[in-house]
């Protein structure tokens, strides 16, 4: 059954990746299939899409977060209107003959009530042309009674223009309106909730509410699961997935972030109290470089979401401290009485290092099927050339979804499906590809620190200009791409 799905015009490298793992989470037993409308841009918000059932549909519109308000239609019709036709005429023309009656008589019937609503993408309607395009409907044979507040059906008439840009996108060839039943509804009332600004424990890295719901919902989270954050900080994560329902599991190197937070009333855990969700089932000093899991323990997370330091806000760090890492020092033990209270010392831990222990860990701690979703930077440039991401023999790169944050730089939720064991021989291969990774990274990675990167003074004429003081950014943008 084909729906239309209308997205939000923001993150559009979100929407496809997220309703993707939704069906599948939801029994969509196939990949489904995408279609664009006729003379549509890739990125424009309407899409065709292939779903088994109305109810995979419902189930799917409620769990969205780039969903639209009325994100699912099982089209009445879709058409162009070449020679400003009026809409009554080209959907009573279009209606009856491209739609078997199972599919529209059902929702007509005079025991049910109904509402038609208007809805347009660039362009802006008066209350006087809405009603005029509703009233251009009445040949329709609905027999049941009106209701605006609360009907058992909800109908919209979604229109765009042909005759400028809309949003960034290049102008449709013609005029394109669908008519269609609403059969989902997403509930954005999450983000006011769950918004940063009032958080109770809140650090300098936390992650924002909306992109936090979309990497849960990218990871599968749900009942029953136990999704990992091994970077937690403040747990903005981990409180998205246990919104969903999953149990949560976290760790961070800082053990004053994990232990002590800013007092007994604003920490990880109060966060989890705030909004009434079940506290994680354990948050660990741990630090990811040396794991202390012992070593026939293996697969018992079902998702591990995390936002690796990439030296924008913050640095990664690991065990040992300069001198310790330098080999100026040799390791110690710290003694008995002094170790209440004691903050153990740390170095520099690059990002081609952190990342690369996030996959040996994934390999070896996640279910088979289960899903690695993390956060990976990348520099704009001019030259367009291609970024590498990490691999692992484990996993199954399903989905990149771009956030662009400045002119300067981005960051890339990569999306990976566990699909082979792990073993002693999946590790050297692992082992080798880390290796080859790492001679043909970009020489910030290893520094791990991105910040002089994206921050250092452009020398490129080309692209500042100083009388208007304004930055030409060198790839097409898109204004929905930048929230």
Known sequence: MWFLCVFYHRLLDFRKPEV??????????ESIQWRLPEHHHNDTPFHFVQLSSEEIAQNIAKRSMILSFSPFFPLFCCFSN?????????????????????????????????????????????FDEQKERIHSLTYIPFEGKVNLKNPD??????????SEESNGLPPIVQRRIFFGREVGFADRKLLPTFQLKSRTYLGPTAMDAEMAFLMANQAKASSGKLVYDPFVGTGSILVSAARFGAMTMGADIDIRVVRDGRGPDCNVWSNFKQYGLPAPVALLRMDNNVPPWRSGLKEIFDAIICDPPYGVRAGGRKSGGRKILRGTVDPYTVPEDKRTGHIPSTGAYSLVECVHDLLHLAARMLVMKGRLVFFFPVLRDESGSEVKFPEHPCFKLVAVSEQILSSRYS??????????????????????????????????????NI???VFKPSTDSSQIQTESKTFKDPKPKYRGKYV
Not at 153 to 162: I, K, S
Request: proline share 4%; glycine share 6%; charged share 30%.
């Open 82 to 126: 070449k020679n400003g036709v009026s809409v009554g005429i080209l959907v009573k023309g279009i209606l009856h003959p491209k739609l078997p009656d199972s599919r529209k008589l059902p929702f007509l019937t005079s025991d049910s009530t109904f509402r038609i609503s208007v809805e347009t993408f660039g362009k802006a309607l008066t």
């Open 153 to 162: 059906h909800n109908f919209f008439l979604m229109e765009m223009d042909e």
């Open 451 to 453: 910040h002089s990167s």
């Open 20 to 29: 993707e793992a939704l069906a599948e989470l939801f029994g969509e037993d």
């Open 411 to 448: 960051r890339v939720l990569l999306t990976m499906v566990k699909v082979e064991p792990y073993s002693e021989e999946i590790e050297e291969a692992a082992r080798l590809m880390h290796l080859e990774f790492r001679e043909n990274h970009l020489k910030w990675l290893e520094e791990g």
